[in-house]
């Protein structure tokens, strides 16, 4: 089972921009898709983006144009660069490696606040 840690979550003002990581304990030259959830309070978990390793990229309407999704295999970790920040954005995000496999980070709380 893979090992994950996210990290650089926060509170920030909305406007603002955070960038969230994501390391795995083992190489992520191994899989394909991998991406970021979201799940905000009272709501179901969502996914946010996701990134093949070829470099396709998708994501939510909702995120489309502000979040950017990476990754870097050399080091095992991907990356959300999340700008123009917005209170909706407020969740606990989760990275998901491989893509829909039950390999979950422990999450970090992003709080956007207006």
């Known amino acids: 089972q893979v090992q994950l840690v996210e990290s650089g979550g926060g509170l920030v003002q909305a406007g603002g921009s955070l960038r969230l990581s994501c390391t795995a304990s083992?190489?992520?030259?191994?899989?394909?898709?991998i991406g970021w959830h979201r799940q905000a309070p009272g709501k179901q978990r969502e996914l946010v983006a996701s990134?093949?390793?070829?470099?396709?990229?998708n994501y939510a309407d909702s995120v489309k144009g502000r979040f950017t999704i990476s990754r870097n295999n050399a080091k095992s970790t991907m990356y959300l660069q999340m700008n123009s920040l917005k209170p909706e954005d407020t969740a606990v995000y989760y990275c998901?490696?491989?893509?829909?496999?039950?390999?979950w980070g422990q999450g970090t709380q992003v709080t956007v606040s207006s």
């Open positions: 990134t093949s390793y070829t470099g396709v990229t």
């Open positions: 998901n490696v491989p893509l829909n496999s039950p390999n």
């Open positions: 083992t190489s992520t030259y191994r899989f394909n898709a």
